[in-house]
């Protein structure tokens, strides 16, 4: 997740069962072969195995009996050690192999042969089903003399045979451009256009001037017709564009196609249906994010798995969590809540920004003109609690925020009040791996003001939203919401480690002043009390100018107090200006979107595209939602409907960032359970999975080596080991479905 470490690869143990180890080759400019033995002649020297392993020579080749029953591709493994990489080399992975039975699955790697065990570069083939010799190009991130070649043979439920030949890792190869397929040059939102709402398209192209544009039914009828509008380059992408406007048109249908220049789009619909069922799809996402409870297949057809973390051997489970060694002396059940990504960790300021949202979508349904506050109910999001009278999106909010409620330090120990940042592994645990496999030890973080603000604003929030549903899990929360102001206002200053991110993300943030003023805002507008009225009135994020390029997100909470603050009716002075100021947001964020040839509100300095920038689009769209609810005034409407174009396939790669929504969408996000990229009997991630987006950064080894140089919306690969631009997140997914609920009730 954001601003973290990943590690893919866990091998703990492995070295000690090497069975020889000899010096480092010396690596160079030239063609150069870093494996040794990789022929298998005459010796396994230096070859190693797990201990459960038993491997020979046999004809020339390297074979092993690999037993059965283990959980995880690591459990069982043949390696080399001492392997020299140098930083920006392109290196030729090949090897041969074949498996018996046939069909089985292998994990090769190049990657670290110590802590924290990262992988540079992995592959899965099918053995004897993709083929038998193998042979693939990367360029490595480091510089190191304790690189490691791995094959990992574990996770069967049956003994099998595995033989080995022809190993090389060659140095000094000339890389292979990545050139992603970005399809058709006339790029469209793939999945539906409303019919009242706006309807644009970009064309790519060299053309200078206008070009002819026709838009076709599903029948191939021409039905609209109309000329492009040249825009020049594009510094998103560095592309030559051209937009189309064909709002004009305005009757439902499906399979339509634009074609401009020779080209043909992908098909979309013009239809509002579409929106209904991404509305539940992004929500659904939670029940199989869920930590402490079995999924089950009748509901999640499948995703059935485990209950995870509940102690359950090898699970150590979160029932009775230590602290990290030095930071308290005592344990807690943090049982529940979600995994806040394609880990097993969870966090409660990530958690908190996300309970907020999906709490916040239920809430605006209930204040805002177009509000539908039935479509996210009782019954909507098929899961064990529906049917108890209660919304369905409240019920799933709940089963986060009573994770987040026991994260508090309890009474009579120090810092009480105060919420524990996080709860995760000790050490980072590699792919794929199913929660209730995990056999690390868990631990409790210390505390901090911003995880303890995010408590009392979500808890604060909750208490007025459950009171008709539930009054006693109301008062709870508020109780808990109270604590922790009073437990925040005595220890403002205590920040998470920006070096703790061993086993999970850092989160760290220095600036607490947006979190004291959002926890401030809920708990007014929960109680109306005047200390509360007095903080808001008092703090200097209540007259800044907050809507910045970037959006809020986490780390950037003042946001979301200022749009409840607008939205959700209260008495406080002057509410009319807080008003005001998110519309003037908005006002620029519709000045971003008019502006740019793709149609978005997001436009980062100098293109350099931030972690997470799919869902920094959507929440700046929110704001313009916001606006409009406010006002009433179709531009802002426009505008957040637009935004949505962006994310569903009117972008450079011409993919939409929503898996299971488009004819190309994102199928591959870095996730330990939804990883068919890495095993074929485990699932992509659920319909209505949001993938970060274009990441300018690319901090991982694999976009490193496939994305140098590249600009702005280029800066994405749909791959599993892209941990930096590809990772799915709760966060990230909650404004998927606040923006997905907005547009399904404009239709």
């Given at each position: 997740?954001?601003?973290?470490?990943?590690?893919?690869?866990?091998?703990?143990g492995?070295?000690?069962?090497?069975?020889?180890?000899?010096?480092?080759?010396?690596?160079?400019?030239?063609?150069?072969?870093?494996?040794?033995?990789?022929?298998?002649?005459?010796?396994?020297?230096?070859?190693?195995?797990?201990?459960?392993?038993?491997?020979?020579?046999?004809?020339?080749?390297?074979?092993?009996?690999?037993?059965?029953?283990t959980?995880?591709?690591?459990?069982?493994?043949?390696?080399?050690?001492?392997?020299?990489?140098?930083?920006?080399?392109?290196?030729?992975?090949s090897?041969?192999?074949?498996?018996?039975?046939?069909?089985?699955?292998?994990?090769?790697?190049?990657?670290?042969?110590?802590?924290?065990?990262?992988?540079?570069h992995?592959?899965?083939?099918?053995?004897?089903?993709?083929?038998?010799?193998?042979?693939?190009?990367?360029?490595?991130?480091?510089?190191?003399?304790?690189?490691?070649?791995?094959?990992?043979?574990?996770?069967?439920?049956?003994?099998?045979?595995?033989?080995?030949?022809?190993?090389?890792?060659?140095?000094?190869?000339?890389?292979?451009?990545?050139?992603?397929?970005?399809?058709?040059?006339?790029?469209?939102n793939?999945?539906?256009?409303?019919?009242?709402?706006?309807?644009?398209?970009?064309?790519?192209?060299?053309?200078?001037?206008?070009?002819?544009?026709?838009?076709?039914?599903?029948?191939?009828?021409?039905?609209?017709?109309?000329?492009?509008?040249?825009?020049?380059?594009?510094?998103?992408?560095?592309?030559?564009?051209?937009?189309?406007?064909?709002?004009?048109?305005?009757?439902?249908?499906?399979?339509?196609?634009?074609?401009?220049?020779?080209?043909?789009?992908?098909?979309?619909?013009?239809?509002?249906?579409?929106?209904?069922?991404?509305?539940?799809?992004?929500?659904?996402?939670?029940?199989?994010?869920?930590?402490?409870?079995?999924?089950?297949d009748?509901?999640?057809?499948?995703?059935?798995?485990?209950?995870?973390?509940?102690?359950?051997?090898?699970?150590?489970?979160?029932?009775?969590?230590?602290?990290?060694?030095?930071?308290?002396?005592?344990?807690?059940?943090?049982?529940?809540?979600?995994?806040?990504?394609?880990?097993?960790?969870?966090?409660?300021?990530?958690?908190?920004?996300?309970?907020?949202?999906?709490?916040?979508?239920?809430?605006?349904?209930?204040?805002?003109?177009?509000?539908?506050?039935?479509?996210?109910?009782?019954?909507?999001?098929?899961?064990?609690?529906?049917?108890?009278?209660?919304?369905?999106?409240?019920?799933?909010?709940?089963?986060e925020?009573?994770?987040?409620?026991?994260?508090?330090?309890?009474?009579?120990?120090?810092?009480?009040?105060?919420?524990?940042?996080?709860?995760?592994?000790?050490?980072?645990?590699?792919?794929?791996?199913?929660?209730?496999?995990?056999?690390?030890?868990?631990?409790?973080?210390?505390?901090?003001?911003?995880?303890?603000?995010?408590?009392?604003?979500?808890?604060?929030?909750?208490?007025?939203?459950?009171?008709?549903?539930?009054?006693?899990?109301?008062?709870?929360?508020?109780?808990?919401?109270?604590?922790?102001?009073?437990?925040?206002?005595?220890?403002?200053?205590?920040?998470?480690?920006?070096?703790?991110?061993?086993?999970?993300?850092?989160?760290?943030?220095?600036?607490?002043?947006?979190?004291?003023?959002?926890?401030?805002?809920?708990?007014?507008?929960t109680?109306?009390?005047?200390?509360?009225?007095?903080?808001?009135?008092?703090?200097?994020?209540?007259?800044?100018?907050?809507?910045?390029?970037?959006?809020?997100?986490?780390?950037?909470?003042?946001?979301?107090?200022?749009?409840?603050?607008a939205?959700v009716?209260?008495?406080?002075?002057?509410?009319?200006?807080?008003?005001?100021?998110?519309?003037?947001?908005?006002?620029?964020?519709?000045?971003?979107?008019?502006?740019?040839?793709?149609?978005?509100?997001?436009?980062?300095?100098?293109?350099?595209?931030?972690?997470?920038?799919?869902?920094?689009?959507?929440?700046?769209?929110?704001?313009?939602?916001?606006?409009?609810?406010?006002?009433?005034?179709?531009?802002?409407?426009?505008g957040?409907?637009?935004?949505?174009?962006?994310?569903?396939?009117?972008?450079?790669?011409?993919?939409?960032?929503v898996?299971?929504?488009?004819?190309v969408?994102?199928?591959?996000q870095h996730?330990?359970?939804?990883?068919?990229?890495?095993?074929?009997?485990?699932?992509?991630?659920?319909?209505?999975?949001?993938?970060?987006?274009?990441n300018?950064?690319?901090?991982?080894?694999?976009?490193?080596?496939?994305?140098?140089?590249?600009?702005?919306?280029?800066?994405?690969?749909?791959?599993?080991?892209?941990?930096?631009?590809?990772?799915?997140?709760?966060?990230?997914?909650?404004?998927?479905?606040?923006?997905?609920?907005?547009?399904?009730?404009?239709?």
């Amino acid at each position: 997740m954001q601003r973290r470490r990943t590690a893919l690869l866990s091998l703990t143990g492995l070295l000690a069962a090497a069975l020889t180890a000899l010096p480092a080759a010396p690596a160079g400019a030239e063609e150069t072969e870093q494996v040794r033995n990789g022929t298998f002649d005459t010796t396994t020297d230096p070859w190693w195995t797990t201990a459960n392993v038993s491997a020979a020579l046999t004809g020339g080749r390297l074979c092993a009996d690999v037993p059965g029953g283990t959980a995880n591709r690591w459990d069982a493994a043949i390696g080399q050690n001492d392997i020299t990489l140098v930083k920006g080399d392109s290196y030729r992975f090949s090897f041969a192999a074949d498996g018996t039975p046939a069909g089985q699955v292998v994990r090769a790697i190049v990657g670290l042969s110590e802590p924290p065990y990262d992988t540079y570069h992995e592959v899965t083939p099918q053995l004897s089903v993709s083929g038998d010799t193998y042979s693939y190009t990367f360029t490595s991130p480091v510089d190191t003399t304790k690189g490691q070649v791995g094959f990992q043979l574990g996770g069967s439920a049956e003994p099998w045979r595995f033989c080995l030949d022809d190993v090389s890792l060659l140095g000094g190869v000339p890389p292979e451009p990545y050139e992603p397929d970005t399809g058709p040059r006339v790029r469209v939102n793939q999945v539906a256009y409303l019919p009242s709402g706006p309807k644009n398209a970009t064309l790519v192209t060299d053309a200078t001037a206008k070009l002819p544009w026709q838009l076709k039914s599903g029948d191939g009828t021409i039905v609209a017709r109309g000329s492009t509008v040249p825009r020049g380059v594009d510094a998103s992408s560095g592309q030559n564009v051209h937009s189309i406007d064909f709002g004009a048109y305005r009757k439902k249908g499906t399979g339509f196609q634009l074609v401009a220049d020779g080209e043909t789009s992908r098909p979309f619909d013009i239809d509002a249906g579409a929106y209904d069922r991404l509305r539940l799809d992004s929500a659904k996402y939670y029940y199989t994010q869920r930590s402490g409870i079995a999924i089950r297949d009748d509901l999640r057809p499948g995703y059935a798995r485990p209950a995870g973390h509940v102690g359950v051997a090898p699970n150590r489970g979160d029932r009775d969590v230590p602290c990290q060694p030095g930071v308290c002396d005592y344990r807690l059940d943090v049982s529940g809540g979600w995994y806040d990504a394609g880990d097993h960790g969870k966090y409660v300021v990530n958690g908190g920004i996300s309970t907020w949202e999906l709490l916040s979508t239920y809430e605006r349904a209930r204040h805002a003109r177009t509000g539908q506050q039935d479509k996210l109910g009782d019954g909507t999001l098929a899961i064990p609690e529906s049917g108890n009278q209660v919304p369905d999106i409240l019920d799933e909010a709940r089963w986060e925020l009573a994770f987040l409620l026991r994260m508090q330090v309890p009474d009579g120990k120090p810092l009480a009040g105060m919420a524990h940042h996080k709860i995760h592994d000790e050490q980072w645990t590699g792919l794929p791996l199913m929660p209730h496999a995990d056999p690390q030890k868990r631990e409790l973080h210390p505390p901090s003001t911003a995880a303890t603000l995010n408590l009392a604003a979500t808890a604060a929030q909750a208490a007025r939203l459950y009171r008709s549903y539930d009054r006693e899990f109301a008062a709870r929360t508020l109780a808990a919401a109270r604590k922790a102001w009073a437990a925040a206002l005595a220890h403002p200053d205590r920040y998470a480690s920006e070096s703790d991110g061993i086993g999970g993300g850092a989160y760290p943030d220095t600036a607490v002043a947006d979190e004291f003023y959002w926890a401030a805002a809920e708990l007014y507008l929960t109680t109306g009390e005047k200390q509360f009225e007095t903080h808001i009135l008092n703090s200097p994020v209540h007259t800044a100018d907050i809507f910045g390029p970037l959006g809020f997100d986490w780390a950037r909470t003042a946001a979301a107090g200022r749009l409840d603050l607008a939205l959700v009716p209260s008495a406080l002075p002057g509410r009319d200006k807080v008003r005001q100021s998110v519309v003037k947001g908005a006002d620029r964020y519709l000045a971003t979107l008019k502006a740019h040839p793709y149609g978005m509100p997001y436009a980062p300095d100098d293109n350099t595209y931030d972690w997470g920038s799919s869902h920094q689009v959507l929440n700046n769209a929110v704001v313009l939602a916001t606006a409009y609810d406010l006002t009433g005034a179709a531009k802002y409407r426009d505008g957040a409907l637009q935004s949505m174009d962006y994310i569903l396939g009117r972008n450079a790669l011409n993919i939409s960032y929503v898996t299971g929504y488009g004819e190309v969408s994102s199928q591959n996000q870095h996730a330990r359970w939804y990883a068919h990229q890495l095993d074929p009997s485990m699932p992509n991630p659920p319909q209505g999975t949001l993938a970060g987006g274009p990441n300018s950064s690319i901090q991982d080894p694999y976009a490193q080596s496939k994305l140098q140089g590249c600009v702005g919306q280029f800066c994405y690969v749909d791959h599993i080991e892209s941990w930096s631009t590809n990772e799915h997140t709760i966060n990230w997914n909650a404004a998927l479905v606040r923006m997905a609920s907005f547009v399904a009730d404009q239709g």
